[in-house]
């Protein structure tokens, strides 16, 4: 079930091209298009690891009819230090399931891949619609593994994480478990079963292919072209692409209030996540010393809170100090 040429692998991959094949090009992100130029790239990439595929995965996938929930919660969960494709299942009395798919691929810290996740998940820090329906009363009653591998190694993981944001977006597709999908979607057609015969809804908020890809730091001097420069350069000019467009962006005063408006309602929704980034934000202004008063030998957050001090007893009385005293 988990060699290169598996047929569970084969329908995996089929969906994973059908997605990245109709999502239109804008609308994912650049390394997808760069990677994956035909459905041969997956082939050879996903070949770079050994992939593992939960058992009933192949069976649920080439059924005529939709999982049942039983179905889904007879596949596997336990997989903590790998990487992973998951799919959380919740539950509420007398409602229909919820299913949300992503994909777990972190290195950086002491726990990898779906132990991160999970133990990310065991804090609280859950995705936006999966919060929204716990506080509607549902539980997350199982989180099962979909397709996982061991953590590659370093250089690997340039092809291999894009690879698993684009599985994770044709399984989503696949098993509709897009929160558009209850509405009208243009890339409805991915689902395997008609959306009518479905009893479980979607609790994904986007298209996994737009997301930003984290690609690990290359070490100091390496040459980027020996490290598949293409796919640097391409990340580094979209990024520059994306400042610009900001930059233009907030020169728009419609434009500023719908931001300011987005951001508040993020910071709402996430209350923890909001301090912790001011909090970074803030101790890098200071270390940047972005607002030095010299005479005080003091950094500040704000040119406001500079200008303040400027005006205060503290900074009047360094001053002083400082002048020649008068005669
Ligand atoms: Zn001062």
Request: with cysteine; net charge positive; hydrophobic share 35%.
């Amino acid at each position: 079930m988990s060699s290169a040429t598996s047929p569970t692998m084969n329908r995996v991959l089929d969906l994973t091209w059908a997605v990245l094949k109709d999502t239109p090009t804008l609308q994912k992100n650049d390394l997808h298009s760069s990677i994956f130029k035909n459905r041969a790239d997956l082939d050879r990439i996903a070949g770079y690891t050994t992939i593992g595929y939960a058992p009933q995965l192949l069976g649920i996938l080439n059924n005529p009819l939709p999982p049942t929930p039983d179905t889904l919660a007879s596949l596997p969960t336990d997989f903590h230090d790998r990487w992973g494709v998951y799919m959380l299942f919740l539950t509420k009395t007398q409602c229909r399931p919820k299913i949300y798919i992503g994909c777990a691929t972190s290195t950086e810290s002491f726990k990898v891949g779906l132990e991160s996740r999970y133990s990310d998940y065991d804090l609280g820090n859950w995705p936006v619609y999966v919060q929204k329906s716990i506080d509607e009363g549902y539980v997350v009653e199982h989180r099962l593994v979909l397709l996982h591998c061991p953590v590659p190694s370093w250089d690997d993981i340039f092809e291999l994480r894009p690879l698993f944001y684009a599985m994770e977006a044709g399984l989503c597709y696949a098993f509709a478990a897009v929160l558009a999908f209850q509405g009208n979607f243009a890339l409805s057609h991915l689902s395997v079963w008609p959306l009518s015969t479905l009893h479980i809804d979607g609790l994904c908020s986007h298209n996994a292919l737009a997301d930003g890809i984290a690609l690990p730091p290359l070490p100091e001097g390496t040459p980027e072209d020996l490290i598949l420069g293409h796919t640097v350069d391409r990340l580094e000019a979209k990024r520059a692409r994306d400042r610009a467009r900001y930059h233009e962006s907030m020169k728009d005063p419609k434009w500023r209030a719908k931001h300011r408006a987005l951001t508040k309602e993020y910071q709402e929704a996430n209350p923890d996540k909001a301090k912790e980034t001011a909090r970074k934000t803030y101790l890098r202004t200071l270390a940047l010393k972005k607002h030095f008063c010299p005479e005080c030998s003091r950094a500040f957050a704000s040119n406001k809170d500079l200008n303040r001090h400027k005006n205060g007893s503290k900074h009047l009385a360094q001053i002083s100090i400082r002048l020649p005293e008068p005669l």
